[in-house]
């Protein structure tokens, strides 16, 4: 039996230890990959906090997975080894229930989370099941794919299911570990882009992400500068604050509409007469299928978009998570598995 190192959490709140395990068998439908790389993901605190009901402990975090097959199970068809792969959210559903059965598979009333259904990415080998494969494309690195597994196609795939097209004004709000990736997705994608977040020192940074304008939300009243620009088609929402979103819809234009992506526990307040009579409206998103993902990469690979990581090794996941977590990473934090 080949053994491997993996990172757990032993109990909710416990620390991230590094531990010896057996590599795992793929079951029928499933493939066991040897990861390359793993993205640290703030969702990553539901597994280590004990945040999600019902989480069996130890439990391995971890959903931005980047890796090559190592052997597929019974019964697997499409896929063998030596393909590399990437892990998302999405990491199953059961085919079977409502909303599966109406094909709106990343909602499945049983879906499955790595590293929170299933042992995750923070190890040298996982075993998923089939349709959570994305194929990466061969010019794309594992470190770059692993965070488009999660900020990289929330962001993408809010966007083009947005109804914006080219040339319409399109804001994103925030530019943390998502918004720096919607800001390039947005450009990449024929918009008039507009980066929103605190303090002039990000100017440079959001050009050199593509935006095409820069609003400092400290220094000028976010709604008017955004009216000056015609009204936001659409205002992708990154950060995890109620207030900051509320402050912004003021700038939606005709048929503009506010996507939520960043969690938070405040609620937005929107004008009802403008939202009335500027047909305006308010939507969350969640992220995408392991097809959507694999969308995401293929684009990101075509058009040049990378995240902005900071690389740790797998044994220094504990050192990694904290760096995410306490905010001195600005972007994304990832292991570099295969290093
Ligand atoms: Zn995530
Ligand atoms: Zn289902």
């Not at 066991?32 to 597994?47: P, R, V």
């Not at 990343?106 to 996982?126: H, K, N, T």
């Not at 220094?219 to 009204?231: H, M, P, R, Y």
Request: glycine share 14%; net charge neutral; hydrophobic share 45%.
């Amino acid at each position: 039996m080949r053994t491997m190192k993996a990172v757990q959490v032993a109990k909710a709140g416990g620390p991230l230890e590094v531990v010896e395990r057996d590599v795992p068998e793929p079951g029928a439908g499933q493939v066991l990959i040897k990861i390359q790389a793993c993205g640290i993901c703030h969702s990553d605190a539901l597994t280590k906090e004990g945040q999600w009901p019902g989480l069996e402990y130890p439990r391995v975090p971890g959903h931005e997975i980047a890796g090559v097959i190592d052997k597929v199970g019974a019964g697997v068809e499409g896929w063998q080894a030596g393909q590399r792969v990437g892990v998302g959210w999405h990491g199953g559903h059961c085919g079977r229930c409502e909303h599966c059965r109406r094909g709106d598979f990343v909602l499945c009333q049983r879906a499955l989370v790595p590293g929170i259904s299933y042992d995750g990415g923070y190890a040298e080998f996982m075993v998923a099941p089939v349709e959570a494969l994305a194929r990466i494309p061969d010019d794309l690195s594992d470190v770059d794919a692993a965070p488009l597994l999660c900020a990289g196609i929330t962001t993408f795939n809010a966007l083009r299911n947005s109804g914006a097209r080219a040339g319409d004004v399109v804001a994103v709000l925030g530019i943390g570990g998502l918004g720096h990736l919607g800001v390039q997705f947005a450009r990449k994608m024929g918009f008039v882009t507009v980066a929103i977040a605190r303090g002039q020192d990000k100017a440079s940074l959001a050009k050199e992400l593509g935006a095409h304008h820069y609003i400092d939300s400290t220094a000028v009243n976010v709604a008017e500068a955004l009216q000056a620009l015609g009204g936001a088609r659409v205002i992708l929402a990154t950060v995890t604050s109620g207030k900051a979103m509320s402050a912004v819809v003021g700038g939606l234009g005709l048929n503009g509409k506010l996507i939520m992506v960043g969690l938070s526990e405040e609620p937005v307040e929107v004008p009802i007469a403008q939202f009335i009579m500027g047909r305006n409206s308010v939507q969350g998103w969640p992220s995408g299928t392991s097809a959507d993902s694999q969308d995401t990469l293929a684009f990101s690979a075509l058009s040049g978009i990378k995240p902005m990581i900071e690389e740790f090794p797998l044994t220094k996941a504990a050192e990694a998570y904290d760096r995410m977590m306490s905010g001195a990473a600005r972007f994304r934090v990832v292991l570099n598995t295969g290093q």
